[in-house]
């Protein structure tokens, strides 16, 4: 995988196929990394590299990504990775596809450049709804995991950055309002668990002016339907 680094951020990505592009925010929670596609019920990895410019990504600190942790870490922090990735790659415009964790990094790409994004596909996208601890869980096992590696990080800069993660509302890192007024077309495929909850999906399909819900896009009858809409879909926001 080749290495972008931005200041003390080292982003390592893969890029499959040709044609217009689509960035990839993998699902995996606070692991999110490229490798997690292979478990996803379908691969856009495969699925689109035929006809897109795929990028998958592994976010800091997942995968083979590395970044200091402070406790002014959030959302924020990966929106703008992401974005430099874009950057650093000659992206102006391009497609975003995100599963789980995923579907928040979209919307905060969304969020801090707007222009930059013809449509986006969400996954199963994670939300707030009875689930907190779940997160806090999932947010302190990942933290041991790399607490070793980050001297820097006190126990309170690790609450921080997770309270800035996963204390919002709704989707955590954007709000209601700006999904109202977001016009950027949007494919949601719902999502039907703890970490995913089918409260979210509907949701952003019904406050986002161009969102479309998929129900049911994962069992194995129907993958191969789920992947002609996501192609379809794609094709039709694709700019000329």
Known sequence: M???ERGNVALHYLERGEGFPVLLLAPGGMRSA???WKNSPWNPMEALSDRYRVIAMDQRNAGRSRAPVSGDDGWHSYAADQVALL?????????LLGGCIGGPYCLGVLQAAPSRVASAVLQQPIGAHENRQA??????????????DHPEASEADWR????RMYDGDFVFNVDR??????????LVLMGDDLYHPQTTSREIAELAPKAE????WKDDEVIAETVSRV???????TPA
């Open 160 to 163: 921080a950055f997770r309270s």
């Open 135 to 148: 997160f806090y869980e999932m947010f302190d096992s990942w933290a041991e995991e790399i607490a070793a």
């Open 34 to 36: 490229a490798g997690f």
């Open 177 to 186: 309002d700006f999904v109202r007024a977001c016009e950027t077309p949007m």
């Open 213 to 216: 819900l998929v129900e049911r």
């Open 2 to 4: 080749p290495i972008f």
């Open 231 to 237: 192609r379809a879909f794609l094709e039709a926001h």
């Open 87 to 95: 950057d650093h790659l000659g992206i102006d415009h391009c497609h």
